[in-house]
């Protein structure tokens, strides 16, 4: 959960999930849908769905024993090799690196690595520092207090140099280099996809939702039906529905990493024939004053 995600929004989260699920045989045994109803709200639904999955690969192949080498848990959906590291030293006590978001930002401005991260030169760069400085014995501390001196003194913007125990052998702040370190990720145009989104809504208020496939955005996620043009037919398997009242709102305009996705709302009357059937594990009409509890 705190894979691009801050403690104080986790919390609450965290707390939920671990009551619904205290053992990994209770997360390995609960439905997608169960999973992602306790994630709704904190985004990156593909974490949750990569938790589910190592849960499951736990129970399957590691016979409910968390598995204790970094290569192992890097065989687990979802954990990279800091991720694996942090399992290690912290959980463990077993010396291995981390290179998290906030100690890539200390160990370049410390050492004046001046490359953008996400560059494989300076990323491997990185990771030898991360790797030369793990010390002895006391990795959990060290590895901690890594973490939390990245994420509370040598911030983003405005780092609390005064207060840093590192400060008197700081090169990037002895080169007066500490707002272009580390360095930026180059600028390029991100495309532009479009598509519609149809608001289907029946005489009792209740929405259409159809559930998104595994994979891709937002998947195993219930979403409002879409098509690529307002005018295009939906593809429904619901042949008793007439639509009615066809009415385009204003556009929403959602990015992601790679791309910016511009939503057409489309909203619709829908009257049910008689006799209609439906796939109830893919479809469903949805009450707009309902808490979302999924059994
Ligand atoms: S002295 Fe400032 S820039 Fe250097 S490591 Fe400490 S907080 Fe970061």
């Known amino acids: 959960m705190l894979q691009q995600t801050q403690v104080n929004t986790v919390i609450p989260y965290y707390l939920r999930f671990m009551d619904r699920f205290p053992r990994v045989t209770d997360l390995a045994s609960a439905s997608t849908d169960q999973v992602l109803h306790l994630w709704t709200g904190l985004g990156y639904y593909a974490r949750a769905r990569n938790l589910h999955d190592a849960a ?124 272009s370190i580390p360095g930026k990720k180059p600028r390029k145009t991100l495309p532009v996809k479009s598509i519609a989104m149809f608001i289907l809504q029946n005489d009792a208020g209740e929405v259409l939702l159809e559930k998104r496939p595994p994979s891709g955005i937002w998947g195993s996620l219930w979403s409002l039906p879409e098509a690529a043009h307002p005018q295009d037919t939906i593809d429904l398997p619901y042949p008793g529905l007439e639509l009615k009242n066809k009415r385009e709102l204003s556009k929403i305009r959602h990015s992601f990493t790679h791309f910016h996705l511009e939503i057409i709302p ?15 594990q893919s479809w469903l009409w949805y009450p707009l004053n309902s808490s979302g509890k999924t059994s």
């Open 56 to 179: 499951k690969t736990i129970v399957t192949q590691h016979r409910g024993r968390f598995p204790s080498s970094v290569l192992e848990l890097m065989q687990l959906r979802g954990i990279g090799k800091s991720t694996a590291g942090a399992i290690v030293a912290l959980a463990m006590n077993t010396r291995a690196p981390i290179l998290d978001g906030n100690v890539k930002r200390l160990l370049a401005r410390f050492h004046k690595i001046e490359g953008w991260p996400g560059r494989a030169k300076t990323n491997r760069q990185l990771w030898e520092l991360a790797e030369s400085k793990l010390p002895e014995r006391d990795i959990a501390k060290y590895t901690q207090a890594m973490m939390d001196l990245g994420a509370t003194v040598c911030k983003r913007s405005k780092p609390a140099c005064e207060e840093c125990p590192l400060i008197d052998d700081c090169e990037a702040r002895r080169h007066n280099l500490i707002a």
């Open 266 to 280: 489309v909203h619709l009357c829908a009257r049910e024939k008689t006799g209609a059937v439906m796939d109830s």
